[in-house]
């Protein structure tokens, strides 16, 4: 930034220049105003030192002289600003010069190249006042919102128009960088040439251990120097402080991460980030930066930079709940009502299950207990996974489908299947009267009596079906740890209370419709036992046994999910990922006395009305 003042007499010139300078500013070199006072004119400019150091041909001493600026001085200015910036002190250089009047009178300073050309001649031959050390220190909250991110598989990079070393001493303050510095890595390490090798740092230590993750600290200027191969080397580190950059270079910065399958989230306040904002994947901008960033942005923080984090944790939470309602849905919603009609078009069977009661289980008793799973928490380990491949990592994937269809469906589908046809065959019918039968019965068995038998065994289905889903409920509500990590009741940051007392008020009373789960039992009673509707749909009721068989199915579906679980979803060490839930309780605790988790103060922009 450059500036010229003024010295309005002679008295104020004696005071702002050294003897020297006063010396050197003669009578011709001074401007007169209208008012004949002598007008000293003065260029006072403040900058980065890097970029100051070199124009600087003298320097201001503590008595008021003015001495060249010999190779002994620069260095110690040098060394202060090194000692500064790695305290992650922000240094400044101000510098000065005496505008001579006979250069200044003749250019035209209305003409703008003229102006440009005054501007770049009075930024060399500067005298150095001195330098000054700012200290910015970060917002309280980001070392523990980097460390979660961190946690999460989040990468944390910084981006800053600083110095290196004090952008690196504020990455370190912040938990960005966490490698020691000698083993931070420059430039140097990227290879122009992947094929050509270069020396790096060990990657264990002489103990055995894993160093700290690779970090890198570059900076503008070398950031125009790199090619593909080197962008690629940088987008695989962990730890990255970018200096010295400019609003290009960020935009560039986050292309090259994009181009490489990383999804960018870039934070920004000012207008200069705006091309960057809008160029990421999710811009955050904050509440207090500038319009023109708030409009470029998707996100605004309105209160505190840590409800990013309360960002990803429901982000997370939506995505799992999700997938967990698909996964409840499509056993009995699909694959159970599929199989009895295939079996009845196919292989003559009688259809097991009737067009009613599947059009029951799709509309009410499965659509309402999905429900439930809205209100499911967060899985302890749920800002401890890394983030998903939002290429490969689908909401609905084969490995879900398969979990649905090929082990739960299966399950269900079988077991209530089984339990029809026995019903069937315990009422004097062979299966092999009804198989490949089309509906042409021996004249021995009673229409009728046939009709009511199917319409029990239809029910029987019915019934094992819904009880069922019960338990595949309890299993599906939690993907990744155990039911007894993620109990359902008598833990408040796991709890779903729409759960099992819904489930026992609706077996004491049959009728209440406020919880979601007595709905199911509510139904099945209702259209079971209601002769009304026996008479108008085909339903009846069913012995007492054919309630406590579910029970039984359900259990084993439980177990099984629990086995199954235990070696496809949860972290493989047990101890860990309770310790993992320890540490997020501890984590929200010490969040919720900085700020109000009841209020996210996030603003999205695309989905807003306005």
């Known amino acids: 930034m450059l500036r010229i003042f003024s010295a309005q007499d002679r008295e104020t010139a004696s005071k702002a220049l050294s003897k020297s ?169 990227l290879r122009r040439d992947p094929a050509t090798p270069v020396a790096s740092p ?13 970090s890198l600290v570059i900076s503008g200027t070398e950031l125009i120097t790199l090619n593909e191969a080197q962008w690629t080397q940088l987008c695989g580190y962990e730890e990255i402080v970018f200096a010295r950059t400019t609003p290009e270079q960020k935009l ?50 309105l209160d505190s930079f840590s409800a990013v984090l309360v960002a990803i944790k429901y982000g997370r939470l939506l995505f799992d709940n999700l997938k967990k309602t698909i996964i409840y849905l499509l056993p009995a919603g699909s694959f159970s009502e599929l199989w009895p009609v295939l079996l009845n078009v196919f292989f003559g069977a009688p259809q097991i299950l009737s067009s009613f009661l599947m059009i029951i289980i799709c509309t009410l008793t499965d659509c309402v207990a999905a429900l439930t799973l809205v209100f499911e928490k967060p899985e302890a380990d749920l800002l401890t996974r890394p983030p998903r491949n939002r290429r490969t990592d689908r909401l609905a994937n084969p490995k879900l489908i398969f979990h649905a269809y090929g082990f739960i469906g299966i399950i269900e589908c079988a077991t209530s299947m089984v339990m029809g046809f026995w019903y069937i065959s315990r009422q004097g019918i062979p299966f092999s009267v009804v198989w490949f039968s089309f509906g042409n019965y021996p004249p021995e068995y009673d229409p009728d009596t046939l009709n009511y038998i199917f319409n029990v065994a239809s029910s029987i289905y019915f019934v094992n079906l819904v009880i069922m889903q019960f338990f595949n409920l309890m299993a599906t509500r939690t993907r990744r740890l155990s039911i007894l990590q993620q109990p359902p009741f008598f833990r408040s940051r796991t709890s779903n209370y729409f759960l099992i007392p819904a489930m026992l008020f609706a077996l004491c009373v049959g009728i209440n419709s406020f919880f979601r789960f007595s709905d199911l039992l509510f139904l099945v009673f209702f259209f079971l036992y209601i002769p009304w509707w026996e008479n108008i749909i085909g339903t009846t009721a069913i012995p007492v046994e054919n309630y406590f068989f579910p029970v039984a199915f359900g259990l084993f579906l439980l177990l099984a999910d629990e086995l199954v679980n235990r070696q496809t979803w949860r972290p493989t060490n047990y101890s860990e990922s309770i310790l993992c839930g320890d540490i997020q309780k501890a984590y929200w605790r010490r969040l919720r006395g900085k700020m109000d988790l009841s209020y996210v103060g996030i603003y999205d922009r695309r989905s807003s009305s306005s």
């Open 252 to 301: 560039r910065i986050v292309r090259e991460f994009q181009s490489r399958d990383n999804s960018v989230g870039m934070t920004g306040d000012g207008v200069n980030d705006a091309p960057s904002l809008k160029a990421a994947d999710i811009g955050i901008a904050m509440g207090s930066g500038s319009d023109v960033a708030i409009e470029a942005a998707d996100m605004v923080l």
């Open 202 to 214: 060990p990657t264990e230590k002489d103990n055995g251990e894993p160093l700290t993750p690779r």
């Open 21 to 189: 300078e006063r010396a050197t500013a003669a009578s011709e070199d001074c401007i007169y105003s209208s008012r004949s006072k002598l007008t000293i004119d003065v260029v006072f400019i403040k900058g980065a030192p890097d970029v100051l150091l070199p124009r600087c041909t003298s320097i201001l001493m503590p008595n008021g002289d003015t001495v060249p600026l010999t190779s002994s001085l620069l260095q110690e200015l040098t060394d202060l600003q090194y000692r500064w910036s790695i305290s992650a002190q922000r240094v400044l250089l101000l510098a000065r010069r005496i505008i001579s009047y006979g250069d200044l009178k003749e250019k035209d300073l209305e003409s703008s190249d003229a102006t440009d050309r005054l501007v770049r001649s009075y930024t060399s031959d500067l005298v150095i006042v001195g330098l000054i050390g700012i200290i910015d220190p970060p917002r309280p909250d980001i070392p523990e919102v980097v460390r979660v991110c961190r946690g999460a598989g989040i990468r944390f990079f910084m981006v800053t128009g600083d110095h290196a070393k004090t952008a690196e001493a504020v990455a370190r303050q912040v938990g960005i960088i966490t490698a020691p510095s000698n083993e931070v890595r420059t430039i140097s390490q």
